[in-house]
């Protein structure tokens, strides 16, 4: 099989063949005595397996996966799978842990009077510098009734928000961006439309984790 036949039936370029060979992603090809590559079924289900974890893992971590099982290395291919799906478990987690923590459209409520940076760093668990930061970034609109920093019920709530937000890596641009709109939205409808497109991705990356491991393990077993 030519490098253009395999390269058809996926819609791709034979030059991209050639590169996911180099990359160690496809077993080495045999070359002819004029230098021409030629492919196996094995080439091709190797590629099938190759495109269905790219989906899923990511192509870096997809080559990564199939460089090791083409070098004899199986146990660190399914170590690089299973570190994906500990990643995609922490993020399903880190989605439950913001939804509860958006959940309430009202202010937290805070006991007592408005916490200082310290407070509420120590409050939140992170460092009084990254609350500064975050002001910088817009997500945190403290009030200075004496000059220094008091952080209200309201500005409480935009911190937590934040931090789970980035527990979930999201970067500063777009968690100020979601604590904007969940100022002058109330919070309701842009929280729905935020977590439902969160629970999709991680459905849809679901899914592509199991359709490469279908792929992966017709792989293996065609390389048995």
């Given amino acids: 099989m030519r490098p253009v036949d395999l390269a058809r039936e996926h819609g791709l370029s034979a030059q991209a063949i050639r590169n996911y060979e180099d990359a160690g992603a496809l077993p080495p090809a045999e070359r002819s005595e004029t230098g021409y590559r030629h492919y196996t079924p094995l080439h091709a289900q190797a590629l099938r397996?190759?495109?269905?974890?790219?989906?899923?893992?990511?192509?870096?971590?997809?080559?990564?996966?199939?460089?090791?099982?083409?070098?004899?290395?199986?146990?660190?291919?399914?170590r690089l799978i299973d570190a994906s799906h500990v990643a995609l478990l922490a993020e399903r987690d880190t989605r439950a842990e913001v939804a509860a923590a958006l959940s309430a459209t009202t202010p937290t409520r805070v006991?007592?009077?408005?916490?200082?940076?310290?407070?509420?760093?120590?409050?939140?668990?992170?460092?009084?510098?990254?609350?500064?930061?975050?002001?910088?970034?817009?997500?945190?609109?403290?009030?200075?009734?004496?000059?220094?920093?008091?952080?209200?019920?309201?500005a409480v709530r935009d911190a937590e928000v934040a931090c789970q937000l980035r527990r979930g890596g999201y970067p500063l641009r777009q968690v100020a961006k979601?604590?904007?709109?969940?100022?002058?939205?109330?919070?309701?409808d842009e929280l729905s439309a935020f977590l439902d497109a969160w629970q999709d991705r991680i459905t849809a990356r679901s899914r592509a984790l199991l359709a490469g491991a279908a792929q992966f393990d017709a792989y293996l077993t065609r390389q048995a």
């Fill in 49 to 78: 397996a190759f495109l269905a974890l790219r989906t899923g893992h990511g192509h870096q971590h997809a080559v990564e996966i199939m460089r090791a099982v083409n070098h004899g290395d199986t146990e660190s291919a399914y």
């Fill in 178 to 188: 979601f604590v904007e709109s969940l100022r002058e939205a109330g919070g309701a």
């Fill in 111 to 154: 006991t007592g009077q408005p916490l200082t940076v310290g407070e509420l760093a120590r409050r939140l668990g992170v460092h009084p510098a990254t609350l500064r930061t975050w002001e910088t970034e817009g997500i945190l609109r403290p009030d200075r009734p004496t000059g220094h920093r008091e952080y209200g019920p309201a």
